[in-house]
Structure formats: structure tokens, C-alpha cells
């Protein structure tokens, strides 16, 4: 990602929430040694500069930064560095092109070093500036999570069991970015590579423990975790997803990779439930320790055992190297969370703690019934309404599996659509898996973008009806849009025995069409429609209305 900013955009919400994304104090790096380590001698007096730290973004420039120009989709960044000089930028590191700009412009009243790549070298340079790596073995210490389903809610366990244990945390992911108690809002998934080193040495300098983050294969292919070396890495599960962005399943792979090399993390924990993590843990270039969560997964070190339901969530048995065993128990429903909850346990014991103390805190406080916004979230109980994030395939049957009550007669009403201008391949299939798993199927808009909805839904509803009609499938189908009315129809149908599943959207609280961000909350927008009928619904501050 390289600037979009207007020329005079200089100021406002991003500068000021940009301040937020890195320590308060920074020993300064004289621009000699950012010269030496991406190959540009500094000559003269220049050498000397004092740089405190990195911004892409000329709006969230601070006295002292180094200004990277990289190239975009419609302008260089080159063009702000006038706005970026203004706000205090000590120099200036762009490509050719950017140089060409300057030079055009006049803007250069600041030293320039010209690289090629220099998107290459803004991840080094960051933990450079920031000093935001801590040696093996010092805190905080970093836990990465990737996969396709799960990064936000294993991430989420990890911190609950860590602070169980008695550390301080913090977090970086789709929700929300936390250094300690204060909380950054998370645009996505994974920041900036100068802001995760800023927010990496924001947590040192506040002595924190230890910290998690997703790490997307947007992450990882956009070069936002470059510098980050990580204590352990997980792996959560690969199904079809991103395929606009990768092109194939071992594109998609090997992306994830990535992150379980020498160069990125020092130790993993690989779930081996598919063929795709069996995979992984052969290959990866780190210690490796397998965990199995489901029957048929073959050999692990780690295995799932003696699942029982326990009220929506599950107790089971995390059975180890040795006579090692693990009662564990997550309030959160389906199998999944089940999962989420082993490899959460599992990456904590690798990164060093005991497992008595592990046990002690399972037992005391509970940690994996914490609430993550947005995933599995329970909005009332009678009917039982749930809003998930899940918004593949794999997750959207995953979490319909979930909800599906034992009570006799009872229903699963499921509303979701498709994102727009995303793998398109899998519209179809999402359908015909609502239309598998679900007895009534309402499909409506999730984000369009600048697709046409009418389209999007046009795809999911063709394969809802072709399973319908082939597998003789007993489901109500219906479209409705926009998506609140949707929400406001399936509680209509809904009888207090029944269960809602408002799926694809979780904790997010705008709708983006056609260029344009609309307030909408699936939570507050089901909380609404059930309250309007009558229904008692769970408080929650962390839902507004």
C-alpha cells in the first residue's frame, strides 16, 4: 500500500492516530546508518541527520521521520514529500522515479536516498529506527497466527490464557490493536510495516510480556511483517480463499509459508487436521510441533481427545509428549473453537511456559470463553441469534454446524451474501453449503464494493438452487436486500427454539457500496429486530446502538 493522500492532506484523524502507533521516545539513528544498510553512502553533513522514525504517509509524518516514497496506484509518493517535509521529515528514501519527481519539483530540501525496491527495505529499517526486535528470549515475546479461519480468535485465546498467566499483553489484529489496556482501532488485518515496528517498540517501552498478531497472506505478500521475527508461529487451516489475490491453493500455500521460515519465526505450532498443515509441518524450515484436533488427522505430538459439550462450548483433553495432559475448555460453540482453543494452548507452551501453571490457570479463570467480537458472538438466547465473521465456504459451513441445536423442531436461519471483488469461485459454493446446512436460507449483500450486488447475489443464490433442486434439500430460499432488512426477516420467521446466524460481516461496522462506507452493525442490527418482537436480548457495552 502506497499513499493516496491529496496534496495539502496533511493533517487530521490519521496523523493523530499515527502518533498512537509508535513509542514515545526513540533514540535518534544517524541517517549514515540507514544509508550503510541499504547500500547509499551519505555524504557531508548530512550523514549526521538525526531520524526518530519511518512513516509511508505524509499525513502521519512526525518531526524527526524518514519519508518513504514509494510508488501507487495513481500517484508516487514523491508528490508529498513537500507535505511530508513539512511535518517534520528529516529526509526522504524513494526509487528512480521518485527522485525524478523531486528533482522536477524542487521539493528535495531534505537529504534524498534513492533505492532500488525501497519497498524491500521499509520492514529492516523499521525495527532499525524503532529498535522494535527484542533478542531471543526477551519480551515481549511475539505469537503469529495464520491460516484461513481462526487467526482473530486464537489470537484473542493466546492473550486470555498470557493474562491468565499473569502477563501483560498485547494484541494486533483485525479487531482492534491493544498495547496494554489502550485500545487502537484496526483498519487491517495487518498494519503497516513501519507501524507494526512502531507498535512492537510502543509495547517494549510500556514492558509488556508478550503480544500477538494475525498475519494475513495480504501481510505477508504486501511485506508488512518484513523485520518481524516472530517466537512462535501458528497454523490454523488453508481453504479456498483470496484466490483473486493468489491465483491457486499452493500460490495461497506457499504464501503462508512464508511465515515458517528461519527469517520469520524461530518455532511453530502446525494444526495437522488437513492435508494442507501435514504439509506445512513437513516442510517448514523451524522446529515444528503438530497438534491434531479431529480424528483422522493421523500422528501428532499434541491430539485432541474426549470432547464434551459443556452448555454452547466444549471441555476436551490436549494429550502431549509424555503422560502431559491438559483439561481444557472454551464457552465458545463448535469444533472449531475447539481447535482454536488447542493451538492457543499449545503455541503458549511453546513459547516457554510450564505446563502446571498452564493447567492452574485453565482451571482458575477460564480464558477461552472470552468474547470475541464478531466471532460467534451470542446476541440472545431465545432464539439463540449468533453474528460470525465466517465469510468462506469453509468457515460459513463451519459455523452453521455449530449453531445447530439438538432441540427437536428447532431451525437454523442463516443470512449472508458475498464480498464484491473477490474470489468469485466460491459464491456458488457458499450457497449450496447454507442450502446444505441451514432450513432457511436468506441471502442478501455483504460488501459489494463497486461490483454490482445484484450480481453477487445472483451467483450465491444459483448455487443455494442448484443444490436445492439436485440434492432434493428441504430449505426455504429466499433473497432479500438490503442487508437490514434481511436481519429484520430472518427474526420474523424465527421461533423461540430457532437459531439466527447473521453470517460474513462480524464485528464490522460499515458496508462499503459503490465507493461509499454506510453505517451498518449485523449486532445492532439484530439486537434491534429482536427486541422490536419482543425478544430478551444478552447486553454487551462493546456493541453500539
Known amino acids: 500500500m502506497s499513499e493516496q493522500n491529496t496534496p495539502g492532506s496533511t493533517t487530521g484523524a490519521a496523523g493523530e492516530s499515527a502518533a498512537r502507533f509508535r513509542p514515545t521516545a526513540v533514540a535518534a539513528v544517524h541517517l549514515d546508518s540507514i544509508g550503510e544498510a541499504v547500500g547509499v553512502p551519505v555524504p557531508g553533513v548530512s550523514a549526521a541527520v538525526g531520524v526518530t522514525g519511518i512513516s509511508l504517509n505524509s499525513r502521519t509524518v512526525e518531526p524527526g521521520d524518514l519519508y518513504v516514497a514509494l510508488p501507487g496506484a495513481s500517484r508516487h509518493g514523491a508528490d508529498f514529500a513537500h507535505q511530508a517535509v513539512e511535518r517534520g521529515a528529516v529526509a526522504v528514501l524513494t526509487d528512480d522515479a521518485g527522485a525524478r519527481l523531486l528533482a522536477l519539483s524542487a521539493d528535495a530540501s531534505v537529504p534524498v536516498l534513492v533505492v532500488d525496491g525501497p519497498r524491500n527495505v521499509v520492514g529492516p529499517l523499521s525495527a532499525m529506527i524503532y529498535r522494535s526486535q527484542p533478542p531471543a528470549g526477551h519480551p515481549p515475546h511475539l505469537f503469529g497466527v ?47 510495516s513501519t507501524d507494526v515496528h512502531g507498535l512492537l517498540a510502543l509495547m517494549r517501552e510500556r514492558g509488556l510480556d508478550a503480544a500477538s498478531m494475525e498475519v494475513s497472506s495480504h501481510a505477508i505478500s504486501f511485506q508488512r511483517v518484513d523485520g518481524v521475527v516472530f517466537d512462535v508461529a501458528g497454523f490454523t487451516n488453508l481453504t479456498q480463499d483470496h484466490l483473486d489475490l493468489h491465483g491457486t491453493m499452493d500460490e495461497y500455500f506457499a504464501t503462508k509459508a512464508e511465515l515458517f521460515t528461519s527469517r520469520r519465526s524461530r518455532a511453530a505450532v502446525v494444526t495437522v487436521d488437513d492435508e494442507w498443515g501435514r504439509r506445512l509441518a513437513a516442510a517448514a524450515g523451524i522446529p515444528v510441533i503438530t497438534l491434531a484436533t479431529t480424528t483422522g488427522s493421523g500422528p501428532a505430538d499434541w491430539t485432541v481427545t474426549a470432547t464434551q459439550a459443556r452448555g454452547l462450548g466444549t471441555e476436551f483433553t490436549l494429550s502431549g509428549p509424555g503422560d502431559a495432559r491438559l483439561q481444557v475448555h472454551t464457552g465458545l460453540p463448535g469444533a472449531f473453537n475447539v481447535a482454536n482453543a488447542a493451538l492457543a494452548t499449545v503455541m503458549v507452551l511453546a513459547g516457554g511456559a510450564d505446563t502446571a501453571a498452564v493447567q492452574a490457570a485453565l482451571a482458575n479463570h477460564d480464558p477461552f470463553t472470552v468474547a470475541v467480537p464478531g466471532r460467534m458472538q451470542l446476541i440472545s438466547e431465545g432464539p439463540a441469534a449468533v453474528v460470525d465473521f465466517a465469510h468462506n465456504t469453509d468457515a460459513l459451513a463451519r459455523a452453521l454446524e455449530a ?104 464485528h464490522e461496522v460499515w458496508q462499503e457500496v459503490k465507493g461509499v462506507n454506510l453505517a451498518l452493525d449485523d449486532r445492532v442490527e439484530l439486537r434491534n429486530a429482536l427486541t422490536a418482537r419482543g425478544f430478551t436480548v444478552l447486553q454487551d457495552e462493546r456493541i453500539e446502538s
Not at 155 to 174: C, E, H, P, S, V
Not at 175 to 187: K, M, N, R, T
Open 146 to 192: 495464520t491460516g484461513t479461519n481462526g487467526k482473530t480468535t486464537t489470537t484473542y485465546f493466546i492473550n486470555a490464557l498470557l493474562r491468565a498467566l499473569g502477563q501483560r499483553t498485547g494484541l494486533i489484529g483485525t479487531i482492534e490493536i491493544l498495547a496494554g489496556g489502550d485500545p487502537i482501532p484496526s483498519l487491517l488485518t495487518t498494519p503497516e
Open 403 to 506: 449453531v445447530r441445536s439438538p432441540v427437536p423442531g428447532s431451525r437454523v436461519i442463516v443470512v449472508f451474501g458475498a464480498t464484491g471483488q473477490r474470489d468469485q469461485g466460491k459464491r456458488p459454493a457458499m450457497g449450496a453449503v447454507a442450502a446444505r446446512l441451514a432450513d432457511v436460507v436468506i441471502i442478501t449483500d455483504d460488501d459489494p464494493h463497486d461490483e454490482d450486488a445484484a450480481s453477487i447475489r445472483a451467483d450465491v443464490l444459483a448455487g443455494a438452487r442448484a443444490a436445492r433442486e439436485e440434492e432434493s434439500l428441504d430449505c426455504v430460499i429466499e433473497e432479500i436486500h438490503p442487508r437490514d432488512a434481511a436481519i429484520k426477516r430472518a427474526v420474523e420467521l424465527a421461533r423461540l427454539q430457532d437459531t439466527i446466524l447473521v453470517a460474513g460481516r462480524g
